[in-house]
């Protein structure tokens, strides 16, 4: 592996293989590195809106996620003890993790990445031009780097913002579901300690995911049993093998760093800040922050100011931030059981007032109108 390098992105999720991809598309030389083996699982709802789409049309690429027979979704059904309701989707797909990022990361070799998988990256000595990234014994060294790395990212000098009390991710798949789940359809029980959402992928597996109160996973001894629990609240069938298959889980969910730079290096993605996933909208916000940051690397590799860095905090938060407080707002309302109730309810009744909420959820980013 050569020694230097224009920009060394770590991770290679959606961000990190989006930014790889289109710094090297402007004749960048890139390194994307990833701890894990590819293509590999991911603890996610797999299901990908219409902000996301709309990000890989903009940059080319919508069409080979597409023919991955990605799920198209219909229907997003919630339900807590006391309350029901359907909410039409006007678009949106559903696509397993192994798929989509491995999709990404292709496509960041086609465009001139080179792309190292198993490749667990540190952070290591600030230099005159860039940082040294240590892999393991051998140190290479970057001009820029783009932290792309997930809700735990490597060395930042002062933390990463986690949200006490927030929240824990947790995932799984089964082979097979009651009729009653169907396909194009995100099921999403929702309950005090949590919810799950449930949805079929392309290759007919289900794939759950959940945020869980992290006391109530240790009270019912572990996310198996309390999926199963909060499936039940919701008066939902049993999906049988819920409690004893295999979960993943993650750290805390909500986060946010206190800067998204550093001298020569960009946070993108769930490595600048999350919230808890009740809207879905993680992958948007990931390839939306990665296609902004790489006019921003790019002008770092000419010399580095200290104005970029504040440049790329006021268009992370104008991009992401505002996005982020309404999926904070959403989360909120669900942790209590009389205003999730009564906004299922008046959805339920009047289904149009889901509609802007939806459509902020999913309204293209204007990355391309705010370049530096
Ligand atoms: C329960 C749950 C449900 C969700 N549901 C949805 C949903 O339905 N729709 C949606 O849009 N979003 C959803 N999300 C959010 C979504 O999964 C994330 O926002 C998205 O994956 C962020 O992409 P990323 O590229 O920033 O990070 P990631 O996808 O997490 O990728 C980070 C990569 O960095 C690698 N890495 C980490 N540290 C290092 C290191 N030191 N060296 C090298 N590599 C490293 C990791 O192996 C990983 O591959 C959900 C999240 C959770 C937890």
Same mark, same amino acid.
């Given at each position: 592996?050569?020694?230097?390098?224009?920009?060394?992105?770590?991770?290679?999720?959606?961000?990190?293989?989006?930014?790889?991809?289109?710094?090297?598309?402007?004749?960048?030389?890139?390194?994307?590195?990833?701890?894990?083996?590819?293509?590999?699982?991911?603890?996610?709802?797999?299901?990908?809106?219409?902000?996301?789409?709309?990000?890989?049309?903009?940059?080319?690429?919508?069409?080979?996620?597409?023919?991955?027979?990605?799920?198209?979704?219909?229907?997003?059904?919630?339900?807590?003890?006391?309350?029901?309701?359907?909410?039409?989707?006007?678009?949106?797909?559903?696509?397993?993790?192994?798929?989509?990022?491995?999709?990404?990361?292709?496509?960041?070799?086609?465009?001139?990445?080179?792309?190292?998988?198993?490749?667990?990256?540190?952070?290591?000595?600030?230099?005159?031009?860039?940082?040294?990234?240590?892999?393991?014994?051998?140190?290479?060294?970057?001009?820029? *780097?783009?932290? $792309? !790395? @997930?809700?735990?990212? =490597?060395?930042?000098? /002062? +933390?990463?913002?986690?949200?006490?009390? %927030?929240?824990?991710?947790?995932?799984?798949?089964?082979?097979?579901?009651?009729?009653?789940?169907?396909?194009?359809?995100?099921?999403?029980?929702?309950?005090?300690?949590?919810?799950?959402?449930?949805?079929?992928?392309?290759?007919?597996?289900?794939?759950?995911?959940?945020?869980?109160?992290?006391?109530?996973?240790?009270?019912?001894?572990?996310?198996?049993?309390?999926?199963?629990?909060?499936?039940?609240?919701?008066?939902?069938?049993?999906?049988?093998?819920?409690?004893?298959?295999?979960?993943?889980?993650?750290?805390?969910?909500?986060?946010?760093?206190?800067?998204?730079?550093?001298?020569?290096?960009?946070? *993108?993605?769930? $490595? !600048? @800040?999350?919230?808890? =996933?009740?809207?879905? /909208? +993680?992958?948007?916000?990931?390839?939306? %922050?990665?296609?902004?940051?790489?006019?921003?690397?790019?002008?770092?590799?000419?010399?580095?100011?200290?104005?970029?860095?504040?440049?790329?905090?006021?268009?992370?938060?104008?991009?992401?931030?505002?996005?982020?407080?309404?999926?904070?707002?959403?989360?909120?309302?669900?942790?209590?059981?009389?205003?999730?109730?009564?906004?299922?309810?008046?959805?339920?009744?009047?289904?149009?007032?889901?509609?802007?909420?939806?459509?902020?959820?999913?309204?293209?980013?204007?990355?391309?109108?705010?370049?530096?």
């Amino acid at each position: 592996m050569n020694a230097d390098w224009d920009a060394v992105v770590i991770g290679a999720g959606p961000a990190g293989s989006l930014a790889a991809r289109q710094l090297a598309l402007r004749g960048a030389r890139v390194l994307l590195l990833d701890k894990a083996a590819f293509p590999r699982p991911k603890v996610c709802g797999c299901c990908i809106n219409d902000h996301a789409l709309s990000t890989l049309r903009s940059v080319g690429l919508l069409d080979c996620i597409l023919k991955l027979d990605a799920v198209p979704l219909r229907i997003m059904r919630l339900a807590t003890a006391s309350a029901h309701a359907d909410v039409a989707l006007e678009a949106g797909i559903c696509l397993s993790r192994e798929a989509f990022d491995q999709a990404l990361v292709d496509a960041a070799g086609v465009a001139g990445a080179v792309f190292s998988p198993s490749t667990e990256a540190a952070v290591g000595d600030e230099t005159h031009d860039g940082w040294n990234i240590r892999l393991g014994s051998d140190t290479i060294h970057a001009r820029v *780097v783009v932290i $792309a !790395a @997930g809700l735990r990212p =490597p060395s930042m000098r /002062e +933390g990463n913002g986690a949200e006490p009390g %927030s929240r824990i991710g947790a995932g799984a798949t089964l082979d097979a579901a009651p009729n009653f789940y169907r396909r194009h359809v995100v099921h999403m029980a929702c309950g005090s300690d949590g919810y799950v959402g449930i949805v079929q992928l392309e290759d007919g597996r289900w794939n759950l995911a959940a945020a869980f109160d992290r006391d109530a996973v240790r009270r019912v001894s572990g996310p198996g049993p309390l999926a199963a629990q909060i499936v039940h609240q919701a008066g939902w069938p049993a999906l049988p093998g819920l409690e004893q298959c295999e979960w993943r889980g993650t750290v805390t969910l909500t986060r946010h760093p206190r800067r998204v730079w550093d001298r020569r290096m960009f946070l *993108v993605g769930d $490595a !600048a @800040g999350y919230v808890e =996933p009740f809207t879905g /909208e +993680g992958i948007a916000w990931a390839l939306a %922050s990665a296609a902004a940051c790489v006019p921003w690397a790019l002008r770092a590799l000419d010399g580095w100011d200290d104005s970029l860095g504040e440049g790329w905090t006021r268009m992370h938060q104008r991009l992401i931030g505002d996005r982020q407080r309404l999926c904070r707002t959403a989360s909120r309302v669900l942790r209590s059981p009389f205003w999730s109730a009564a906004a299922l309810h008046a959805v339920r009744l009047v289904p149009w007032l889901a509609s802007p909420v939806l459509r902020r959820l999913n309204a293209p980013s204007q990355f391309e109108k705010a370049m530096p």
